[in-house]
């Protein structure tokens, strides 16, 4: 049995699509995409189809970024993963922590931006595939503190040096095979609430 599969991810500015039958990538890309997931990523996707003369309906397995995201990638993925679901009740969804798909085999402090003051960042440490420290939300000040206790640890920011289709296949064994779509949704709320605890808990610590 031939097994197609789509991978993708629209966590960061950057669009990424690849198609692979079997193990065999048939096709793949990456581009800058600031604030254009919305209008882009079908466009793109029925093009790679086209050209290889497959259908959504096809498609076995998905491997995909979930969180951290931004608002519209997440919002365009998540929408795109439930119709995939209609058309297709057997199909695969394997999903992966971006901020570990950036980090890929390396060791880093890995960051995405949230606003457009870099005020706050999505962040976790890790050191090849490990996970030092878990995704939170981080101002400025607690990046310091973070580059002062981790030194030998260097920045990666916004997958600007990403070569997605290579840490997708390094990282393959890493994704995560995911029940219910919802999973995604909480883990992101899970995220914020988090962030809001620790805000909560340095303004008293404060007083």
Not at 52 to 73: D, K, V
Not at 150 to 165: G, H, I, S, Y
């Amino acid at each position: 049995m031939v097994i197609l599969s789509l991978h993708f991810s629209l966590s960061s500015s950057f669009l990424f699509l690849a198609l692979h039958q079997d193990k065999k990538c048939l096709t793949s890309i990456q581009k800058e995409n600031t604030r254009l997931h919305s209008e882009n990523f079908l466009w793109h996707l029925s093009q790679i189809l086209n050209q290889h003369q497959h259908s959504l309906a096809e498609i076995n397995e998905i491997y995909f970024t979930s969180t951290p995201s931004g608002q519209t990638g997440l919002r365009v993925s998540l929408t795109f993963l439930t119709t995939l679901q209609v058309l297709n009740p057997k199909i695969k969804i394997y999903h992966l922590n971006t901020l570990l798909l950036q980090a890929g085999k390396n060791k880093c402090i890995s960051m995405l931006t949230i606003d457009s003051r870099e005020s706050k960042y999505h962040a976790a440490i890790y050191k090849e595939k490990k996970c030092l420290l878990k995704t939170q939300i981080i101002s400025q000040e607690d990046l310091k503190n973070l580059t002062n206790k981790f030194p030998e640890f260097p920045l990666a920011k916004d997958c600007q040096e990403v070569n997605f289709l290579t840490n997708f296949q390094e990282l393959k064994n890493e994704f995560i095979l995911l029940n219910s779509i919802e999973e995604i949704r909480l883990s992101n709320s899970k995220i914020k609430k988090n962030s809001n605890d620790d805000v909560k808990k340095k303004k008293k610590n404060a007083k």
